[in-house]
């Protein structure tokens, strides 16, 4: 009964889902074409059984990254197949697309739409990023035969609570065919509430903490901010969201009059409100320039808006000081250990239910310190910019976090080599 209201409920909204698509489409132009894929008409493009991984955004693609890379070199004539829901997301997988990768949009949940994905996709083994659980999606692996690994899984206590009157649709699907690699035993915990087969539990750890810094990173951070921004105190706001630009500004506004040529790289989360950023730039007469228009950046430039994709680790390489958004407003925060990889102290706000572990971990070794309003961001990027020293330390703790929490990748590769040893069986000469 329950697994018939949920398809009752999916088929209704489905083409509400569509239309919204479409009409995002109109507005912005990353929305545009490529619709009939959320049905599951996909191009077939390999000849052979392909390895799916499915990363919902940008965050989740940055996440795979290391996996995609382990991946191509442990099975380097195997095809793979990432799919996402978000343009953005699909902007970063063509950023690392190649002859044996590709990408396409994940079908929306509907028992027609997921099967035609299967057939022409012909996955041997799905590889679903941290939280996205779709019953018919499951389901039809189960009937197909396909394993299904849900790597770097994180369950917040929120979304057991939402998701309790759904438990047994989950429990269905989740004690078939399903292996969950949780990010933390406090995850696992959560996954078995929600029906998840004890047996096929497993706490690897969280992916993110394993990203790959290119080693000339911070010298390219370091040669960008002598050419642009010399002799300057630099903070970044990375990843905000609509209702943190004030708050943000409002801070800079204070901070300028402590450091009056103190310059704020300001990174929105979307690219559809660049504009919309911009446009309150000009309305708070905020001196800026933005990535996209100015090659340089004024002497008496109050705000570089980062109105790019790809480029804000560069610039936190570049930076003093990092507040990473989506955590003061109710998003959940994004993640913390772009800036702590590159030894940035970091300043984030209450919201971070997404990665709550992460967050407590960061705040109780002093790695980072969690601002409420525009005066405690004000506050601690003064104190922070006027001392070195305080910058150094915080800043090694967080490197010292991320190092000691590696090892997600080599845990995780050792739940999906035995899925795919077939595979290398077939390669061998």
Same mark, same amino acid.
């Given at each position: 009964?329950?697994?018939? @209201?949920?398809?009752?409920?999916?088929?209704? &909204?489905?083409?509400?889902?569509?239309? &919204?698509? +479409?009409?995002?489409?109109?507005?912005?132009?990353?929305?545009?074409?490529?619709?009939?894929?959320?049905?599951?008409?996909?191009?077939?493009?390999?000849?052979?059984?392909?390895?799916?991984?499915? +990363?919902?955004?940008?965050?989740?693609?940055?996440?795979?990254?290391?996996?995609?890379?382990?991946?191509?070199?442990?099975?380097?004539?195997?095809?793979?197949?990432?799919?996402?829901? /978000?343009?953005?997301?699909?902007?970063?997988?063509?950023?690392?697309?190649?002859?044996?990768?590709?990408?396409?949009?994940?079908?929306?949940?509907?028992?027609?739409?997921?099967?035609?994905?299967?057939?022409? +996709?012909?996955?041997?083994?799905?590889?679903?990023?941290?939280?996205?659980?779709?019953?018919?999606? !499951?389901? *039809?692996?189960?009937?197909?035969?396909?394993?299904?690994?849900?790597?770097?899984?994180?369950?917040? *206590? =929120?979304?057991?609570?939402?998701?309790?009157?759904?438990?047994?649709? !989950?429990?269905?699907?989740?004690?078939?065919?399903? $292996? $969950?690699? +949780?990010? /933390?035993?406090?995850?696992?915990?959560?996954?078995?509430?929600?029906?998840?087969?004890?047996?096929?539990?497993?706490?690897?750890?969280?992916? =993110?903490?394993?990203?790959?810094?290119?080693?000339?990173?911070?010298?390219?951070?370091?040669?960008?901010?002598?050419?642009?921004?010399?002799?300057?105190?630099?903070?970044?706001?990375?990843?905000?969201?609509?209702?943190?630009? *004030?708050?943000?500004?409002?801070?800079?506004?204070?901070?300028?009059?402590?450091?009056?040529?103190?310059?704020?790289?300001?990174?929105?989360?979307?690219?559809?409100?660049?504009?919309?950023?911009?446009?309150?730039?000009?309305?708070?007469? #905020?001196?800026? /320039?933005?990535?996209?228009?100015?090659?340089?950046?004024?002497?008496?430039?109050?705000?570089?808006? @980062?109105?790019?994709?790809?480029?804000? #680790?560069? !610039?936190?390489?570049?930076?003093?000081?990092?507040?990473?958004?989506?955590?003061?407003?109710? $998003?959940?925060?994004?993640?913390?250990?772009?800036?702590?990889?590159?030894?940035?102290?970091? &300043?984030?706000?209450?919201?971070? !239910?997404?990665?709550?572990?992460?967050?407590?971990?960061?705040?109780?070794?002093?790695?980072? @310190?969690?601002?409420?309003?525009?005066?405690?961001?004000?506050?601690?990027?003064?104190?922070?910019?006027?001392?070195?020293?305080?910058?150094?330390? #915080?800043?090694?703790?967080?490197? *010292?976090?991320?190092?000691?929490?590696?090892?997600?990748?080599?845990?995780?590769?050792?739940?999906?080599?035995?899925?795919?040893?077939?595979?290398?069986?077939?390669?061998?000469?």
């Amino acid at each position: 009964m329950l697994r018939l @209201l949920y398809n009752l409920c999916i088929h209704l &909204l489905a083409p509400c889902a569509l239309l &919204l698509t +479409a009409w995002r489409g109109w507005r912005n132009p990353m929305y545009r074409g490529r619709l009939m894929e959320r049905l599951g008409y996909i191009q077939p493009g390999f000849s052979g059984p392909v390895i799916w991984i499915h +990363a919902v955004s940008v965050g989740e693609v940055q996440a795979s990254t290391p996996l995609l890379r382990a991946l191509q070199q442990r099975y380097p004539q195997q095809p793979l197949l990432v799919t996402t829901t /978000t343009p953005t997301g699909a902007q970063r997988v063509a950023a690392l697309a190649n002859a044996t990768l590709r990408h396409c949009y994940l079908p929306y949940d509907l028992p027609g739409a997921v099967r035609r994905f299967l057939s022409r +996709a012909r996955p041997c083994l799905a590889i679903v990023l941290e939280t996205e659980l779709w019953p018919n999606l !499951f389901r *039809e692996c189960a009937r197909c035969n396909i394993p299904v690994i849900i790597a770097s899984a994180r369950l917040s *206590e =929120k979304s057991v609570r939402r998701l309790r009157w759904a438990t047994a649709l !989950f429990a269905d699907v989740l004690a078939q065919n399903v $292996i $969950i690699a +949780a990010q /933390t035993a406090g995850d696992a915990q959560r996954f078995e509430r929600l029906g998840a087969n004890p047996a096929r539990l497993h706490v690897t750890g969280n992916l =993110k903490f394993d990203l790959h810094i290119a080693p000339q990173l911070r010298e390219q951070g370091a040669r960008l901010r002598a050419s642009r921004f010399a002799a300057r105190v630099v903070w970044v706001a990375g990843s905000t969201h609509a209702g943190e630009e *004030e708050i943000v500004l409002a801070a800079h506004r204070q901070l300028r009059r402590e450091h009056p040529r103190a310059l704020l790289i300001l990174a929105p989360r979307h690219p559809n409100r660049f504009e919309q950023v911009h446009q309150r730039l000009v309305a708070d007469q #905020m001196v800026h /320039t933005r990535r996209t228009v100015d090659g340089e950046i004024g002497a008496d430039a109050s705000v570089l808006l @980062l109105d790019t994709l790809g480029e804000l #680790m560069l !610039f936190y390489a570049a930076a003093d000081v990092a507040f990473v958004g989506g955590s003061l407003v109710p $998003i959940g925060g994004h993640s913390l250990l772009e800036p702590a990889a590159l030894g940035l102290p970091i &300043l984030t706000g209450p919201c971070n !239910f997404n990665a709550a572990d992460v967050a407590r971990m960061f705040l109780d070794r002093g790695a980072a @310190l969690q601002v409420n309003d525009a005066e405690q961001l004000y506050a601690a990027l003064a104190s922070l910019l006027s001392s070195s020293a305080e910058r150094t330390a #915080m800043g090694e703790r967080a490197l *010292e976090l991320v190092a000691s929490n590696r090892g997600a990748l080599a845990r995780l590769m050792l739940l999906i080599e035995p899925l795919l040893s077939p595979l290398r069986s077939e390669a061998a000469p």
